[in-house]
């Protein structure tokens, strides 16, 4: 994987391989995001 990229709208983050744009993206509910980065800080 290369490196992330991370766009936000109101009610969606985006998040893509910066590297490898045509690869599938993942859309979350801001509140989805911020529980993963929460996890994922802690780890």
């Known amino acids: 994987m290369g ?3 991370v766009a ?3 009610g969606t983050v985006h998040v893509r391989d ?3 744009p045509a690869r599938a993206q ?4 801001p509140t989805e995001w ?5 996890f994922a800080a802690g780890r």
């Open 34 to 38: 911020a529980a993963f980065v929460r």
């Open 18 to 20: 910066s590297k490898d």
């Open 26 to 29: 993942l859309a979350a509910h």
């Open 3 to 5: 490196r992330l990229e």
């Open 8 to 10: 936000t709208t109101p």
